[in-house]
């Protein structure tokens, strides 16, 4: 085995370590973790935005925020009342579980519902550092093309939702909703596919139902 492969191994394995600490930890204090993924400007803060407004009567969340540089993100996640903690990475291309432990420390978990993970923008990396989520979301906006679960299958395939944003933008755009999800359930069968418009509030609901039955399974 070459060196290089063995150290990626060494990586993951370590991080898989840590992301089963936090799983532990979220699953005694019954939080619900997701780790939102997508390629840059899909909607994921645009969709916590209207999302942490929305149901705050509902649940008490946080949000971990992932960004290369700036606390642009974190800056409009807070101004909804949620607490908010930013990452920067400084080039990196994701998340991993040691970062999202570190930023916990900032992050008053006690009566905490549901705890965002809003990754860096990429339909790469971020799929392969688990951080101790319970799921994966990834968005994919319409304005990408509906052919990027063919091209990026590894993020759909683990991914148990996927929000299909912006879908307000479909009659200008050529994007075949029906195309991508047929794409996804190739390689996913159990992938659940959600059009919606986080900027105006299209079909928001099935996605806060969602929310809404995950959140009590961790009762």
Same mark, same amino acid.
């Given at each position: ?7 990626? =191994? ?6 898989? =370590? !840590? ?7 979220? =699953? ?7 780790? !939102? ?7 994921? &803060?645009? @969709? @916590?935005?209207?999302? @942490? ?9 946080? +949000?971990?925020?992932?960004? @290369?540089?700036?606390? /642009? ?6 101004? &909804? ?57 990834? !968005?994919?906006?319409?304005? %990408?093309?509906?052919?990027?679960? %063919? ?9 148990? +939702?996927?929000?299909? /944003?912006? +879908? ?30 986080? =900027? ?10 969602? !929310? ?8």
């Amino acid at each position: 085995m070459s060196k290089e492969v063995t150290i990626v =191994r060494n990586v993951l394995e370590a991080n898989d =370590r !840590l992301a089963d600490e936090l799983q532990k930890n979220f =699953r005694v204090k019954k939080i619900l973790c997701l780790n !939102l993924m997508s390629s840059p400007g899909a909607g994921k &803060t645009t @969709l @916590l935005e209207r999302t @942490l407004t929305d149901l705050k009567d509902e649940f008490n969340m946080a +949000v971990i925020e992932g960004d @290369l540089q700036t606390d /642009n993100d974190a800056q409009r996640v807070a101004a &909804t009342g949620a607490q908010a903690v930013q990452i920067n990475t400084e080039g990196g291309c994701h998340l991993d579980s040691g970062m999202v432990m570190d930023a916990l420390k900032a992050i008053d978990t006690d009566g905490l519902d549901i705890l965002f993970v809003e990754n860096v923008g990429n339909l790469v990396c971020p799929a392969e550092f688990n951080v101790g989520e319970d799921y994966k979301v990834t !968005l994919l906006s319409v304005a %990408e093309g509906d052919d990027k679960p %063919e091209k990026y299958p590894f993020m759909f395939h683990i991914s148990a +939702v996927m929000l299909l /944003n912006k +879908v307000d933008l479909l009659p200008y755009v050529d994007f075949d909703l029906q195309k991508a999800e047929n794409h996804a359930k190739k390689l996913n069968k159990d992938i659940e596919v959600m059009p919606i418009s986080a =900027r105006t509030g299209e079909n928001m609901e099935q996605w806060y139902d969602w !929310l809404r039955k995950k959140r009590a399974e961790k009762l």
